[in-house]
T-cell receptor, first 111, second 114 residues
Framework: SQQGEEDPQALSIQEGENATMNCSYKTSINNLQWYRQNSGRGLVHLILIRSNEREKHSGRLRVTLDTSKKSSSLLITASRAADTASYFCATAGGSNYKLTFGKGTLLTVNP | DADVTQTPRNRITKTGKRIMLECSQTKGHDRMYWYRQDPGLGLRLIYYSFDVKDINKGEISDGYSVSRQAQAKFSLSLESAIPNQTALYFC?????????????FGPGTRLTVL
């Protein structure tokens, strides 16, 4: 069964706007990762946040982690049409290397 | 990413046939994974291998088997394919050294079982 659950399932915004996606999970984790998937293609790793971190930045991406609420959020600032993709959170629990993926958020950025 | 390749990219087969999906990587990673993706269900782990002699079942291993022929090769077999195994299959790798946990995915194999 999925550990992470993304919210919303789908998000449509205009170019230049910010996009926020949320991920909730059920059990304790060692790290949480976000991946992007363009339609029908392989997943690409975006960013990893460890359980003892609260916030991390990478370019236009900002990830937060609240272990007390078992939730994470991914913020994409100044979105572009090329950001259109599905975004998945993945959690690593007992083993840092074995990931459990959520069902994903489909982001559409309209030009 | 050409570092992780999967063959075939597309396959249509019939119920009861034996199918093998292959994965090769040039990243030098020790850890390899097989996932399936169904619409609306995200990715689910089928099998994973932390080195050539270490094979582990994932969340949905029934109906599948794997072989780790070498550090760089990890194949997935469907001994007798059934229609509900129609899905997009992904191979992934990760580096078990130095605290790197991100996974690198192949382009996927679209399998249709009629």
């Amino acid at each position: 069964s999925q550990q992470g659950e993304e919210d919303p399932q789908a998000l449509s915004i205009q170019e230049g706007e910010n996009a926020t996606m949320n991920c909730s999970y059920k059990t304790s984790i060692n790290n949480l990762q976000w991946y992007r998937q363009n339609s029908g293609r392989g997943l690409v790793h975006l960013i990893l946040i460890r359980s003892n971190e609260r916030e991390k930045h990478s370019g236009r991406l900002r990830v937060t982690l609240d272990t007390s609420k078992k939730s994470s959020s991914l913020l994409i600032t100044a979105s572009r049409a090329a950001d259109t993709a599905s975004y998945f959170c993945a959690t690593a629990g007992g083993s840092n290397y074995k990931l459990t993926f959520g069902k994903g958020t489909l982001l559409t950025v309209n030009p | 990413d050409a570092d992780v390749t999967q063959t075939p990219r597309n396959r249509i087969t019939k119920t009861g046939k034996r199918i093998m999906l292959e994965c090769s990587q040039t990243k030098g990673h020790d850890r390899m994974y097989w996932y399936r993706q169904d619409p609306g269900l995200g990715l689910r782990l089928i099998y994973y291998s932390f080195d050539v002699k270490d094979i582990n079942k994932g969340e949905i291993s029934d109906g599948y088997s794997v072989s780790r022929q070498a550090q760089a090769k990890f194949s997935l077999s469907l001994e007798s394919a059934i229609p509900n195994q129609t899905a997009l299959y992904f191979c992934a790798t990760s580096d078990g050294t130095g605290g790197k946990y991100e996974q690198f995915f192949g382009p996927g194999t679209r399998l249709t079982v009629l």
